[in-house]
């Protein structure tokens, strides 16, 4: 256990439908970032959160949207979903500095 | 139309011999750089670090070695096992000290044979 905690494990949705990942950090951190894995494009970059607020974007949808709680867990938002949206979305969790990214174990979905 | 996978470069070694993995990075002002594992439906784990001021640092059974000036990262795998058989990523971070976003490398799959 990486002390990442990604729910919930699989999810299967329809097309135009809209879906919430939960990620809860490891204790401490305060940074979560989230991060898309597709066959074709590899590890994705998404979104980073610290302490509550956005730091950075990457290659994330308009579609999409996430935000981090006072609690620090974190909750990534698709929407309009589409097949290509068929992914695993993990999220990782730092201390304030970018040592000791630690990934959870993965939301795995299935646009049908 | 069909989708095409992607095509991750392999490693196939024999038990007990040492694995060597390499990646290119893109950028020149990352100053921190990790491996990660990844079984099938597992995420990555964490293998080893190195910021940009070290060229070598080693970890249990696990070498990792940096030359900024060709910006190439390897990872050393000593008398691989095949408990070892996954996907590696390397990693780069541009802003470290701000704890910034990890861009992944393509990744490389490697198979040991018992």
């Known amino acids: 256990d990486s002390g990442v905690t990604q729910t919930p494990k699989h999810l299967i949705t329809a097309t135009g439908q809209r879906v919430t990942l939960r990620c809860s950090p490891r204790?401490?951190?305060?940074?979560v970032y989230w991060y898309q894995q597709s066959l074709d494009q590899g590890l994705q970059f998404l979104i980073h959160?610290?302490?509550?607020?956005?730091?950075a974007k990457g290659n994330i949808l308009e579609r999409f949207s996430a935000q981090q709680f006072p609690d620090l867990h974190s909750e990534l938002n698709l929407s309009s979903l589409e097949l290509g949206d068929s992914a695993l979305y993990f999220c990782?969790?730092?201390?304030?500095?970018?040592?000791?990214?630690?990934f959870g174990s993965g939301t795995r979905l299935t646009v049908v | 139309g069909e989708s095409v996978g992607l095509h991750l470069p392999t490693l196939s070694v024999q038990e007990g011999d040492n694995s060597i993995i390499n990646c290119a990075y893109s950028?020149?002002?990352?100053?921190?750089f990790i491996w990660y594992k990844q079984e099938s439906g597992k995420g990555p784990q964490f293998i080893i670090d190195?910021?940009?001021?070290?060229d070598k640092r080693q970890g249990q059974r696990v070498t990792v070695l940096l030359n900024k000036t060709v910006k190439h990262l390897s990872l050393q795998i000593a008398a691989t096992q095949p408990g070892d058989s996954a996907v590696y990523f390397c990693?780069?971070?541009?802003?470290?000290?701000?704890?910034?976003?990890?861009?992944f490398g393509q990744g490389t799959e490697l198979s040991v044979k018992p």
């Open positions: 990782a969790s730092s201390p304030r500095t970018g040592y000791g990214y630690t």
């Open positions: 204790s401490g951190d305060l940074s």
């Open positions: 959160y610290y302490n509550g607020e956005e730091r």
């Open positions: 950028n020149s002002a990352s100053d921190y």
């Open positions: 190195i910021r940009s001021n070290m």
């Open positions: 990693a780069e971070n541009t802003d470290y000290n701000q704890g910034g976003k990890l861009i």
